[in-house]
């Protein structure tokens, strides 16, 4: 009777069992899968172990993809965490370092491996000073620099500046400053230069042409004022407009000179000398005022060869002026667009001059986090026709040299020549 009734009580309970053991079942092979995916993973991560330093860094951190092969290539910054550690930990003064300024050199340093001078970080000290002289207003000597064949250079003084009154000029290559081998970066030979008003900073330069193998020139800081375009009525119905850049205020102030030239002006002469240039939408408005619309200011060449022709945009009052541009080794970037723009789109126009310094980069200033910024190479110009600009410089139609001598005499035989070839027309 009770193993009947056992029986029975089994087999009321059996689809119960059967639940209970297929969730057993189910768990048990999860825990198991679970185990076996533990077990990979460790042993994963004692092969990875062998190939990458341990140290203390997220994967984001020590690992990037590295396309310029086309592949995945994976690149270990541990290195450069390691160095970072081993800094912290055995450098003799350690206890001085500043996160905040090996950050700052770290990034610099980067970007110092591209090659390229025009592509620098500014700190939010660097980003003010950089500002500022785009404003036109700074403490300092007054003079653009560059590097030409590797060498640093002066791109031009600022008209009435520190620089200029002491006698720098547009092409002088920069041996030394303070008696320190100029061998730096722009960056560093800024900061080298930059100083309080009333302080003497002393170079050391080399001139092309000069019977002296160096000279020493010596520049007292002042503060710059510079308003970037002059101008005024010469002989003969000829109207002179200097511009010495391209800032914030060059085209308001570009746009004032225009409506004082007189309605029966025969000739325009545009002073681009030692204008070491600017902004980009600058030249392509001012170039506007002496082009019909929709002509080709300059094209933009990126890093994979692509090409955009950037054009005029309206309100030409210019163009059927005949205009002399004046031209030098101090002139570059935007004022070498601007000179390839009017040369290459009109027949009334003549450049007259030297050849121009050839910084035909595009540079992309980008701010970032706690007032820095960096400013990156993004693509080079050419002109309306396709000449490169870029370490190539533009050629004046009428070559005029403008010597020492001459210039110790306050003559200006390219101003001259220019205003010669308007009266001929």
Known sequence: MNQEKLQKENQNNSPQNEKIFGL????????????????????????????????????EESILLNKESGGNTAVDFSLFWKVWDLLKEKYVDAKDLKTQDLIYGAINGMLAATGDPY????????????????????EGI???????????????????????????????????????????????AVKKIRGPKGSEVHFTIFRSGDAEETKEIVVIRDTIN????????????????SVSRFGDTTLREFHSAIKAMPSQTKGLIIDLRNDP???????????SRALPKGKTVVIEEDYQGKQKKISSTGGDVLSQIPTVILINEGSASASEIMAGALRENRDNVTLVGKKSFGKGSVQEL???????????????????KGNQINEQGISPDVEVELSTEDWESDRDPQLDKAIEILKGK
């Open 366 to 384: 980008i701010a970032l986090p706690e007032d820095s910024a960096v400013k990156i190479t993004v693509a080079k110009w050419l002109t309306p």
């Open 142 to 188: 007054g003079a653009e620099l560059g590097v030409r064949s590797g060498i640093l250079t002066v791109i031009a003084p600022l008209d009435d500046s520190p620089a200029q009154k002491a006698g720098l000029r547009a092409g002088d290559k920069i041996i030394k400053i303070d008696g320190e081998n100029a061998d730096m970066t722009i960056d560093d």
């Open 119 to 138: 592509t620098v970080f500014f700190d939010p000290e660097e980003n003010k000073q950089f500002n500022e002289e785009i404003e036109g207003t700074f």
């Open 24 to 59: 057993y079942a189910r768990s048990f092979f999860v825990f198991i899968l679970l185990l076996l995916s533990f077990w990979i993973g460790v042993e994963k991560g004692k092969i990875e172990a062998k190939k990458i330093p341990a140290e203390k860094v997220s994967f």
């Open 277 to 287: 240039g600017g902004f980009l939408d600058a030249a392509i408005e001012m170039s």
């Open 226 to 241: 510079v308003d970037s375009v002059k101008f005024e009525i010469k002989d003969n119905d000829i109207f002179y407009i």
